[in-house]
């Protein structure tokens, strides 16, 4: 069709209008870039490539809203805006926006365009941001669109709502989260043909949840035009479209409303008829004809994308198109480069040492010692030489860091355990490490060939290796204490140095330090492990054996009952920190009296320990008060009528927190994270637990106290 006929569907007819304020599919894709904002500029991707019917469009530039901005003096009003009061200031603009008067040049340009595409057509007017739709940042559903709009007067009023959008509060404070400038850098506006769809949907061409294990383009489809599906009112079909085009699996949806135009424009909400509601909105040709087209636009692009569509009359129309930033680049997700097997990632466990967010120095810090202890797991158990050395690659990437976030491989773990003789694999993952967790048929079939891979040892190996582990561990009392005396005296001497001082050289050396003499000689630890584990399994089975008549005994409460009467044994050095600081709140409790108010001033002057803890040199406890303390303890005579004073007790306190932080300072909420402060940093941080040291120990003085009275 020529282009005086008012057309919809004319790629690469629209030219330049004499105004550099609209812009059209015709023009230079530069000019796009730099004054359509990010819609505006995938719509000309979408419209110059091969394969996709869109409707025609004209952009009214950014250049256009800045002009508008200043000829109204509302870029003052943005200039000099409080950005501390977004609510106030979005309304303020607002108002300014749709009163303001533009320019009859301006409104020229705007009849002129909008007669090319027919002044009797619907349109929809949609917000393009400057800053929308980027690789780095994405707006979808923050800026206005408004549909089904005709006319001139209507249409420039929805440019307003548009141009008064970039202003909205929650687009700005979107802005503020993403660090980007609050009130943006312009607003372009694109007006396009509406089609008045039959159905109509989003595609990604990887699917959002499943990138990696999904070969396929995930489709949404509801009956009517997308409005619904865009807000999330409806319920839409999911549709999932094999790469090599093999097959479409489909989910159906009961689909009792949709939303169609409104007469005389806007759209509104009606319902589905009946026969239509559990009907298939797409059919396998439909479905592999949009999956072909975001193949090809993920290709051309070099990144995921994310692709509205619409279909009338049986013909499908291309909507808009924008990059999936939430995805990683193609490279990641290309098998070629990946690996065509997947990778199972699961936190179980590793989330204790590392939760949240971990930075890069910490992972690559914990990334270097997962590969050192498991090599030397593997070393204790007697593994040979030649294996180790053929499993290096797998023991170093026992952890990744996963969008910020520290997860085992367990793909790689469940390889380099089967190395290790005498070891149940499924077993030892769900002990040790907390995964329970079934594997889906694709991960199955992973393991099962991992399993049929791996080192075959021969009877005699086997007995060897198993004498060799069980002689150790006979002699692991020894051993324990042997490793401990050599780990406080490498840690005394870390609490004695004053890293600061050191320039970064001698800070590598001592780096390099601990991984050589400490990590590098963890056999101790090691074998311990493996001591707990061999113990926990046993006793897992004498409880199910003893248990086994009782009734309601279930493999739960067989554990119950297990942990029950571990949770009574002594002597457990991860226990000892808690223990120590509910001895300090006894002695407060039981040092409390009428005329010694020992526990309040815990409780409610906790920063005066915190103070005099910095400065314990200095205001140590002297001499006579401990003599004083020595003979009160020791009893005798005046033991009753001599008892110690409150200043007295109080120094004694911040000596027992003292010596509990000597020794336990470094066991707080992230202490594996080295961004992370700990007590024996600063006493008084808070941490991840919401308080300071003193925050424990003042909860159980309360309760001490409260029982003891």
Known sequence: MSESSGAPLSPGSCRRAHSAHILCSGDDEDDLRQYGGGKAKNMWKLSNFTGCTVPEWFCLSTLAFRAFLKENGIDKVVDEADTDDLATLSKQLYDRIMRGVMRAPLLEDIGERVAHLGNDRFVAVRSSGADEDSAAHSFAGQFDTLLYQRGLEQIVTAIRQCWASCFAERVMQHRRDCQMPVTGSGMAVIVQVMINSDVSGV?????????????????????????????????????????????????????????????????????????????????????????????????????????????????????????????????????????????????????????????????????????????????????????????????????????????????????????????????????????????????????????????????????????????????????????????????????????????????????????????????????????????????????????????????????????????????????????????????????????????????????????QLGGLGASNITEHQASGLRRRRGGGEDADRMQPSLDELKHEVVLKVHEFLRRYGFRCINEAKLEEKTLHDDPGEKNGSGGSVMEPMRGATQVLYSYGH
């Open 203 to 611: 595609a990604f061409s990887r699917h959002p949840l499943k990138p990696l294990s999904v070969p396929a383009v995930y489709i949404e489809a509801v009956h009517g035009i997308g409005e619904g599906l865009v807000s999330g009112e409806l319920d839409p079909d999911h549709y999932e479209a094999a790469f090599d085009g093999s097959k479409v699996d489909v989910e159906i949806a009961n689909k009792e409303e949709m939303f169609t135009q409104k007469e005389g424009g806007g759209v509104e909400k009606v319902a589905v008829a009946s026969e239509k509601q559990k009907e298939r909105t797409l059919t396998d040709v439909q479905a592999h004809e949009i999956a072909a087209i975001m193949i090809s636009l993920e290709k051309a692009t070099g990144h995921p994308q994310d692709f509205e569509w619409a279909i009338e009359e049986g013909k499908l129309y291309c909507l808009q198109v924008r990059p999936v930033v939430t995805l990683p680049p193609l490279a990641f997700l290309d098998r070629s480069a990946a690996g065509a097997q997947p990778i199972l990632w699961d936190n179980s466990n590793v989330v204790e040492s590392y939760s949240g967010v971990t930075t890069p120095l910490t992972f690559s810090f914990a990334s270097r010692a997962y590969t050192q202890v498991y090599t030397l797991s593997m070393v204790v158990a007697g593994v040979p030489p030649a294996t180790i050395a053929k499993f290096k690659p797998y023991l170093s990437n026992m952890v990744g860091l996963v969008r910020g976030n520290v997860y085992y491989n367990l793909t790689n773990w469940y390889r380099c355990l089967t190395c290790i003789p005498m070891i149940d694999t499924a077993k030892f993952m769900e002990t040790m490490m907390g995964v329970k967790q079934a594997l889906g048929p694709e991960l199955q079939e992973i393991i099962d060939d991992i399993e049929r891979s791996k080192p075959v040892y021969s009877i005699l190996e086997k007995i060897t290796l198993t004498a060799g582990m069980v002689q150790k561990i006979y002699s692991i009392d020894s051993m324990v204490m042997a490793f401990f005396a050599s780990f406080n005296k490498h840690y005394q001497r870390a609490l004695s140095m004053d890293f600061y001082k050191l320039n970064l050289q001698q800070q590598m050396d001592f780096c390099h330090h601990l991984f050589d003499d400490i990590l590098g000689k963890w056999e101790v630890p090691i074998l311990n492990d493996t001591y707990v584990m061999l113990f926990f399994g046993l006793l897992k089975k004498l409880v199910a054996r003893w248990m086994s008549g009782a009734a309601n005994m279930d493999e739960n409460r067989v554990q119950s009952l297990q942990n029950d009467l571990l949770c009574g044994q002594g002597d457990v050095e991860s226990t000892e920190p808690t223990k120590m600081l509910m001895r300090i709140a006894e002695f407060v409790a039981k040092s409390t009296r009428d005329d010694c108010d020992l526990q309040g001033w815990l409780i409610n002057c906790p920063e005066s320990v915190v103070e």
